[in-house]
């Protein structure tokens, strides 16, 4: 299974970004999509994750503001961010799991990051 990402950049606080990530390759090996992102010097955090029958969850942090979706059909998870802060800033990487699990608990593949910078 390979993954590319997409979608990172440059944007202003309270801006949108959407993230999209297509997998290729064996993905009938994949029940779980999702992302998480890391901050220099900060452990990697799960973002979210979309199950292949589309039951999603977030971290606390995004609630309401984020909102992962997937199309199965394009092989494709998206990731689109509102109301962007800060601290938001962080390398975003997508994940791929086949356990079938209601979250992401152990990614089985990653694609490479994609830089997110919200200024203030």
């Known amino acids: 299974v390979q993954l590319q990402a997409s979608g990172g950049g440059l944007v202003q606080a309270g801006g949108s970004l959407r993230l999209s990530c297509t997998a290729s390759g064996s993905i009938r090996r994949i029940n779980v999509l999702g992302w998480y992102r890391q901050a220099p010097g900060k452990e990697r955090e799960l973002v979210a994750s979309i199950t292949k029958f589309g039951s999603t969850n977030y971290a606390d942090s995004v609630k309401g503001r984020f909102t992962i979706s997937r199309d199965n059909a394009k092989n494709t998870v998206y990731l689109q961010m509102n109301s962007l802060r800060p601290e938001d800033t962080c390398v975003y990487y997508c994940?791929?799991?086949?356990?079938?699990?209601?979250?992401?608990?152990?990614?089985?593949?990653w694609g490479q990051g994609t830089l997110v910078t919200v200024s203030s």
């Open positions: 994940a791929a799991q086949g356990v079938i699990s209601s979250s992401l608990s152990g990614a089985d593949y």
